[in-house]
T-cell receptor
Framework: LAKTTQPISMDSYEGQEVNITCSHNNIATNDYITWYQQFPSQGPRFIIQGYKTKVTNEVASLFIPADRKSSTLSLPRVSLSDTAVYYCLVGGYNNNDMRFGAGTRLTVKP | NAGVTQTPKFQVLKTGQSMTLQCAQDMNHEYMSWYRQDPGMGLRLIHYSVGAGITDQGEVPNGYNVSRSTTEDFPLRLLSAAPSQTSVYFC??????????????FGPGTRLTVL
């Protein structure tokens, strides 16, 4: 089972780039890496997913090194509305092997 | 589309009581799942379903039952509530892929307190 480890919290300021790293040392060959965002009193919301190298969409980038033992979610030029908890999820097609990290609470300050 | 809906939003139970958390989705998704969220532990999978009539256990299934009689609905039953089941419960659905390989759409959650 891929155990996922994330920092508990991070602080940033508006306009900065934020990088949140997730460690998953025993990731399996078929595992994907997915990041979710959660605001207070809401369910998590999908941000981005990748398998290797780099993935970019309109809100974030995901960097995955060749050994895939970690991944980094990059949020460009954060704003106050990016204050949330970010979860890393690692798993493949075996649904019982999926594991969420404990989440990283990002606070963006003015 | 309403997406994934959950009822109730809040619930307080006494130890030993039973109840059903409701979950429905209107996106014609095959996969549905239940998670519990506890401080410092992220989301843990309770039960999931890959289609009507098919369910399976997740990481923490003890004390919970599920059934999937229709594509739209996936209720979670607490048989005899215990204080350890105090948590926030989330229902999610995804179109067709696995829970880790497809985008999951989460409901707003049910906050359950067991006294």
């Amino acid at each position: 089972l891929a155990k996922t480890t994330q920092p508990i919290s991070m602080d940033s300021y508006e306009g900065q780039e934020v990088n949140i790293t997730c460690s998953h040392n025993n990731i399996a060959t078929n595992d994907y890496i997915t990041w979710y965002q959660q605001f207070p009193s809401q369910g998590p919301r999908f941000i981005i997913q990748g398998y290797k190298t780099k993935v970019t969409n309109e809100v974030a980038s995901l960097f995955i090194p060749a050994d895939r033992k970690s991944s980094t979610l990059s949020l460009p030029r954060v704003s106050l509305s990016d204050t949330a908890v970010y979860y890393c999820l690692v798993g493949g097609y075996n649904n019982n092997d999926m594991r969420f990290g404990a989440g990283t609470r990002l606070t963006v300050k003015p | 589309n309403a997406g994934v809906t959950q009822t109730p939003k809040f619930q307080v139970l006494k130890t030993g009581q039973s109840m059903t958390l409701q979950c429905a989705q209107d996106m014609n998704h095959e996969y549905m799942s239940w998670y519990r969220q506890d401080p410092g532990m992220g989301l843990r999978l309770i039960h999931y379903s890959v289609g009507a009539g098919i369910t399976d256990q997740g990481e923490v299934p003890n004390g919970y039952n599920v059934s999937r009689s229709t594509t739209e609905d996936f209720p979670l039953r607490l048989l005899s509530a215990a204080p350890s089941q105090t948590s926030v419960y989330f229902c999610a659905s995804s179109y067709r892929g696995g829970l880790s390989t497809d985008t999951q759409y989460f409901g707003p959650g049910t906050r359950l307190t067991v006294l």
